[in-house]
């Protein structure tokens, strides 16, 4: 670290709580050497070597030449109106014959171009240096005004939108605008504390840093104070990564960028834990948690073992009201393929597998996996499922065929391999996991599901399931995928005889590397169904136990933006009385599921049952993708 680290960032109102601890010396004084230019600019310097790491837009990050990596846990975004990317006119939309384009920011033009096609529109576009901006719209010319400019614009335009919002209103995701972006190896994950460091000094400024530009600039100090704290968002957590991840995704089926692409993160280190404290009452650790304050490992464990269910409830509805005020429950259109039951893990709460050889033993052939998936996008999916055993004939050419096969002849994601079977067929090539995934993401795994993780701790799991892979294999196997831009899910199987401790040790490492990556985008839980399996069953496994491990974590993964209910295995009642104890997700209109179902698991309900279920709760049912990016208005 004994070369400074060159720093190109805009002077936009929106980024000064990132680079605030920089700019007043408090942080990296020796280590950095902070540049101001407009955002395009900053991505030029990183491109053309001028600069190390740039405060770059996210399009320009996506359409550079060489592979980058962005800082984790900061961003310029929001969740709503943005106020500071806003196409004004003088006529509606919809009769802009042409649209003027600041030329300051790629991905405010690219956002601008992307909702427009999604309305239908097909205006002429042309770029305007960002000093002319504000005098281009005329007749039935718009203008996309970005930047502090747009603070400015109050009653001179008939016709205002603000994107911001229209994006939230098409996808209901937050929009990343710019990040922290570098070549691989220029970033230390030292440095990536001492950014985050100067973020959270300026997070703590922002009524001073708005107040401030609000008297340089003749306006309200109020107008900068309420833009930095109601409309910026500066951290870049899991719905902001999915937000990115969905905005990429739209812009290349569009033709805006030339590649598919994902967003991929320095290293970051973990977090400290939290620090020791004086003991607080139960009544104090409800209402702080519901107010979204971390609790340590211990104070989870006193919440789970000693507040009253009907407690706890109201404290994880209060916490999910907060994370989601507009009342909207979600759900996906998807298939559970369990493409082979051959296994030779042989889990003792298993009654699904078989071993090699036993005459109930099966590999799906193609004809029978494209029957499947045919039903399924006649039934309206989006998604597969692909979940097996651990088939030791299967090798991982065979899932990079399966994989191509199915993108070649099926619109549908693949959210597809456990940890564990990524494990084993990195065991049984001889690779690395991030290459096995590097693999099977160039054949089309979009995304990875957070089977076989049951309960992450290792007495547990050598109880249970001695051949599966150790807590950390899992953990680790998450974090690769994370490093490649995948998006996961995380699941827990509780009713082995777990301790209230080892239950809240599962959410804790999922919280610690959730700090670490984002990538995960919901978590699930689901209690152990034992009907005919060889583990007998010792444990609470009821609806007030379920319904308690679904508040609790609620609480704990303050990191996390979505919990699914899990009515698969505890009925629809159950789940729609979940979605009051912290539960904003309804799961899966499953249109198959093989392995829950061979314990005794009969539940099945269909799209339309999960809105009615949806709504009979009081909540606002819309479909969804795995990245939770809003797939359709509500049916009628």
């Given at each position: 670290?004994?070369?400074?680290?060159?720093?190109?960032?805009?002077?936009?109102?929106?980024?000064?709580?990132?680079?605030?601890?920089?700019?007043?010396?408090?942080?990296?004084?020796?280590?950095?050497?902070?540049?101001?230019?407009?955002?395009?600019?900053?991505?030029?310097?990183?491109?053309?070597?001028?600069?190390?790491?740039?405060?770059?837009?996210?399009?320009?990050y996506a359409a550079s030449i060489e592979e980058l990596r962005v800082v984790p846990g900061i961003a310029v975004a929001s969740r709503g109106p943005v106020r500071t990317v806003v196409l004004v006119g003088q006529v509606p939309w919809e009769e802009m014959a042409e649209i003027a384009l600041d030329g300051a920011s790629r991905t405010s033009q690219m956002l601008a171009r992307l909702l427009t096609r999604e309305r239908g529109l097909h205006p002429e576009f042309v770029e305007v240096p960002h000093a002319q901006i504000a005098e281009a719209a005329s007749g039935t010319r718009g203008a996309l005004i970005i930047g502090d400019l747009g603070l400015h614009i109050d009653g001179r335009f008939r016709h205002v939108y603000d994107l911001g919002q229209e994006w939230h209103n098409l996808v209901g995701l937050p929009f990343v605008y710019a990040v922290w972006a570098g070549r691989p190896g220029v970033v230390c994950t030292e440095d990536v504390v001492l950014l985050q460091e100067s973020l959270r000094l300026g997070l703590q400024r922002r009524k001073e840093i708005g107040r401030a530009w609000g008297l340089g600039n003749g306006v309200d100090p109020a107008l900068g104070e309420n833009y930095l704290l109601k409309n910026i968002r500066h951290r870049l957590g899991s719905d902001e990564l999915s937000g990115a991840t969905a905005f990429l995704a739209r812009s290349y089926q569009a033709g805006l960028l030339a590649k598919s692409m994902r967003v991929r993160l320095f290293d970051a280190l973990a977090p400290p834990e939290p620090r020791p404290r004086p003991a607080r009452s139960l009544d104090t650790l409800l209402h702080d948690a519901a107010a979204g304050e971390r609790i340590a490992l211990e104070e989870g464990v006193r919440l789970y073992s000693e507040t009253d269910l009907v407690d706890l409830g109201q404290a994880a509805d209060l916490r999910r009201q907060a994370l989601h005020p507009d009342g909207v429950v979600t759900y996906i259109i998807d298939r559970n393929v369990n493409y082979t039951n051959i296994c030779t893990t042989c889990c003792s709460f298993c009654n699904f597998h078989r071993p090699p050889g036993h005459p109930q033993a099966y590999t799906l052939s193609r004809e029978e996996l494209a029957q499947k998936l045919h039903e399924t996008l006649e039934l309206g999916g989006v998604q597969v499922l692909l979940q097996g055993g651990i088939?030791?004939?299967?090798?991982?050419?065979?899932?990079?065929?399966?994989?191509?096969?199915?993108?070649?002849?099926?619109?549908?994601?693949?959210?597809?391999?456990?940890?564990?079977?990524?494990?084993?067929?990195?065991?049984?090539?001889?690779?690395?996991?991030?290459?096995?995934?590097?693999?099977?993401?160039?054949?089309?795994?979009?995304?990875?599901?957070?089977?076989?993780?049951?309960?992450?701790?290792?007495?547990?799991?050598?109880?249970?399931?001695?051949?599966?892979?150790?807590?950390?294999?899992?953990?680790?196997?998450?974090?690769?995928?994370?490093?490649?831009?995948?998006?996961?899910?995380?699941?827990?199987?509780?009713?082995?005889?777990?301790?209230?401790?080892?239950?809240?040790?599962?959410?804790?490492?999922?919280?610690?590397?959730?700090?670490?990556?984002?990538?995960?985008?919901?978590?699930?839980?689901?209690?152990?169904?034992?009907?005919?399996?060889?583990?007998?069953?010792?444990?609470?496994?009821?609806?007030?136990?379920?319904?308690?491990?679904?508040?609790?974590?609620?609480?704990?993964?303050?990191?996390?933006?979505?919990?699914?209910?899990?009515?698969?295995?505890?009925?629809?009642?159950?789940?729609?009385?979940?979605?009051?104890?912290?539960?904003?997700?309804?799961?899966?209109?499953?249109?198959?599921?093989?392995?829950?179902?061979?314990?005794?698991?009969?539940?099945?309900?269909?799209?339309?049952?999960?809105?009615?279920?949806?709504?009979?709760?009081?909540?606002?049912?819309?479909?969804?993708?795995?990245?939770?990016?809003?797939?359709?208005?509500?049916?009628?």
């Open positions: 670290m004994s070369q400074r680290l060159r720093l190109a960032a805009v002077s936009f109102l929106n980024a000064r709580p990132i680079t605030y601890g920089i700019e007043q010396g408090l942080v990296g004084a020796e280590r950095f050497d902070l540049r101001f230019g407009e955002p395009s600019r900053c991505a030029a310097a990183v491109a053309a070597g001028e600069a190390d790491l740039g405060l770059m837009p996210i399009a320009s088939n030791p004939d299967l090798s991982l050419a065979y899932y990079e065929d399966l994989f191509r096969y199915m993108k070649a002849n099926f619109p549908l994601a693949i959210h597809g391999l456990s940890p564990e079977e990524i494990r084993y067929l990195a065991e049984r090539e001889g690779l690395p996991v991030r290459a096995v995934l590097e693999r099977l993401v160039a054949a089309g795994l979009d995304s990875v599901p957070g089977g076989a993780a049951e309960i992450l701790d290792d007495e547990i799991r050598r109880r249970i399931s001695p051949r599966k892979c150790s807590a950390d294999t899992w953990i680790d196997v998450m974090r690769e995928a994370h490093g490649l831009g995948l998006r996961t899910s995380a699941t827990m199987v509780f009713g082995f005889g777990e301790s209230p401790r080892q239950l809240v040790g599962h959410l804790d490492r999922l919280r610690r590397l959730q700090d670490q990556t984002a990538g995960f985008t919901a978590f699930i839980c689901w209690s152990f169904q034992a009907e005919g399996t060889r583990l007998p069953l010792h444990d609470d496994t009821g609806s007030l136990r379920y319904l308690r491990v679904l508040a609790l974590a609620r609480l704990y993964l303050d990191n996390f933006p979505n919990l699914q209910v899990s009515w698969v295995t505890m009925g629809p009642a159950v789940g729609q009385v979940a979605l009051r104890f912290g539960g904003n997700d309804f799961g899966s209109a499953m249109i198959e599921e093989n392995v829950v179902a061979t314990a005794g698991t009969v539940f099945k309900i269909s799209a339309a049952d999960i809105e009615r279920c949806v709504r009979g709760a009081g909540f606002v049912p819309r479909r969804r993708n795995m990245r939770y990016e809003l797939q359709s208005q509500p049916c009628a």
